[in-house]
């Protein structure tokens, strides 16, 4: 048996079986769905990933009726009455092709030319095109209050399609093929790190499995510093809402409402855990974790220092998209229910993330930081 797995099994064993959760499910105030003033015919590219699920979840309860556009490898939890196309972005369009729909929902595009060769088919067959971009977009997060006026990316390579290195890039000249498409009737979403029950990154599931674990907590940076996350529901219901209102334009798409920091982070997330369960905080500032080579929001996600090139990451002004509408459920509600979602995963999944410290590497910059601190 692995050094990870024997870890693994001894954890499971210290929690019963299973992370620690409270015994009594919180009860979370979730208004009622109610049914939209005029239906609408929307079809949604994708659909089956992160976001796509619960754009369609929300789109039906609202009473709109919902085409999806995919591959049909996976369908997740699409409800029967969801008209499924099956075709690929890489030239295998005909299924649009002759149809009309009110709106249309890009969610999983980064590529330009998947916008340009569908918007191509779908100009004149909808009155409202709206891309989910990102806030990775912007040229500089140097400063913080970044607003949607800033200035975006520019890709070095024009041939480039490399979606790990120019991923920001690529993104913005997407934004730029729907609104020459689809020009004034273009809705850009721009959010930030999407989080929440399915979420397959684990980059905030990380927090939620590691705190419940109990014990020593190696915690990035100072408590004060800022994090911005959305849950995907209120990223999905926020999109739906901004159809059926026809707003165009471009939204940074980030909460909470207020400003958020990285101690309210993790004691929002305690406050859904047992309160017998021992937990300590150690918090090891950056340039301690850098030394480390522990890695800002991949080893430590949802987490950036306040310093340097990304001093305003985490701060993005959201004043437009409060302006109209956008919510978000208690933290609370976001943090147990990624943590009891994480519980029915497949034990390999649950076993090894995909973002986060394993907890041997865990436990030796614990010791690492102890080593050179006073206790």
Same mark, same amino acid.
């Given at each position: %048996?692995?050094?990870?797995?024997?870890?693994?099994?001894?954890?499971?064993?210290?929690?019963?079986?299973?992370?620690?959760?409270?015994?009594?499910?919180?009860?979370?105030?979730?208004?009622?769905?109610?049914?939209?003033?005029?239906?609408?015919?929307?079809?949604?590219?994708?659909?089956?990933?992160?976001?796509?699920?619960?754009?369609?979840?929300? #789109?039906?309860? $609202?009473?709109?009726?919902?085409?999806?556009?995919?591959?049909?490898?996976?369908?997740?939890?699409?409800?029967?009455?969801?008209?499924?196309l099956?075709?690929?972005?890489?030239?295998?369009?005909?299924?649009?092709?002759?149809? /009309?729909? /009110?709106?249309?929902?890009?969610?999983?595009?980064?590529?330009?030319?998947?916008?340009?060769?569908?918007?191509?088919?779908?100009?004149?067959?909808? $009155?409202?095109?709206?891309?989910?971009?990102?806030?990775?977009?912007?040229?500089?997060?140097?400063?913080?209050?970044?607003?949607?006026?800033?200035?975006?990316?520019?890709?070095?390579?024009? #041939?480039?399609?490399?979606?790990?290195? /120019?991923?920001?890039?690529?993104?913005?000249?997407?934004?730029?093929?729907?609104?020459?498409?689809?020009?004034?009737?273009?809705?850009?979403?721009?959010?930030?790190?999407?989080?929440g029950?399915?979420?397959?990154? /684990?980059?905030?599931?990380?927090?939620?499995?590691?705190?419940?674990?109990?014990?020593?907590?190696?915690?990035?940076?100072?408590?004060?510093?800022?994090?911005?996350?959305?849950?995907?529901?209120?990223?999905?219901?926020?999109?739906?809402? %901004?159809?059926?209102?026809?707003?165009?334009?471009?939204?940074?798409a980030? =909460?909470?409402?207020?400003?958020?920091?990285? =101690?309210?982070?993790?004691?929002?997330?305690?406050?859904?855990?047992?309160?017998?369960?021992?937990?300590?905080w150690?918090?090891?500032?950056?340039?301690?974790?850098?030394?480390?080579?522990?890695?800002?929001?991949?080893d430590?996600?949802v987490?950036?220092?306040?310093?340097?090139?990304?001093?305003?990451?985490?701060? #993005?002004?959201?004043?437009r998209?409060l302006?109209k509408?956008?919510?978000?459920?208690?933290?609370?509600?976001?943090?147990?229910d990624?943590?009891?979602?994480?519980?029915?995963?497949?034990?390999?999944?649950?076993?090894?993330?995909?973002?986060g410290?394993?907890?041997? $590497?865990?436990?030796?910059?614990?010791?690492?930081?102890?080593?050179?601190?006073?206790?």
């Amino acid at each position: %048996m692995s050094a990870n797995r024997r870890t693994f099994v001894k954890l499971m064993a210290a929690t019963g079986g299973a992370l620690a959760l409270s015994r009594t499910r919180p009860l979370f105030a979730t208004p009622p769905v109610g049914r939209a003033a005029e239906p609408l015919r929307i079809l949604i590219l994708g659909g089956t990933g992160f976001i796509g699920p619960n754009q369609v979840k929300y #789109a039906v309860a $609202r009473g709109h009726k919902v085409t999806v556009f995919n591959r049909g490898r996976s369908q997740g939890e699409i409800p029967d009455e969801v008209e499924r196309l099956y075709g690929d972005r890489n030239g295998q369009l005909d299924a649009l092709k002759g149809r /009309d729909w /009110d709106v249309v929902i890009d969610n999983p595009t980064t590529l330009p030319r998947w916008v340009r060769d569908a918007a191509q088919i779908l100009q004149g067959h909808a $009155r409202q095109y709206l891309f989910i971009s990102t806030l990775s977009v912007y040229a500089s997060w140097a400063k913080p209050n970044m607003d949607e006026t800033a200035p975006v990316a520019q890709l070095e390579d024009p #041939a480039s399609e490399d979606t790990r290195k /120019d991923y920001g890039p690529l993104k913005a000249l997407a934004e730029q093929e729907a609104e020459k498409w689809f020009p004034g009737k273009t809705t850009v979403i721009r959010p930030g790190l999407i989080v929440g029950p399915e979420d397959p990154s /684990d980059r905030f599931t990380y927090w939620p499995v590691r705190v419940a674990r109990g014990g020593e907590v190696l915690a990035p940076g100072k408590p004060s510093d800022p994090v911005q996350i959305i849950d995907a529901r209120d990223l999905a219901e926020f999109c739906i809402r %901004m159809v059926e209102q026809g707003d165009v334009g471009t939204y940074n798409a980030v =909460g909470p409402r207020s400003p958020f920091t990285m =101690g309210e982070m993790l004691a929002g997330i305690r406050a859904v855990l047992p309160a017998s369960l021992d937990i300590r905080w150690t918090w090891a500032d950056a340039d301690f974790l850098a030394a480390q080579k522990v890695r800002p929001w991949s080893d430590m996600p949802v987490w950036i220092p306040t310093a340097g090139e990304y001093a305003g990451w985490s701060q #993005a002004n959201t004043d437009r998209a409060l302006a109209k509408g956008i919510t978000f459920r208690p933290f609370a509600q976001t943090a147990f229910d990624t943590l009891e979602w994480h519980q029915t995963r497949p034990a390999a999944e649950q076993e090894k993330m995909r973002a986060g410290l394993p907890a041997e $590497r865990e436990a030796e910059v614990l010791a690492a930081w102890h080593a050179r601190t006073p206790s």
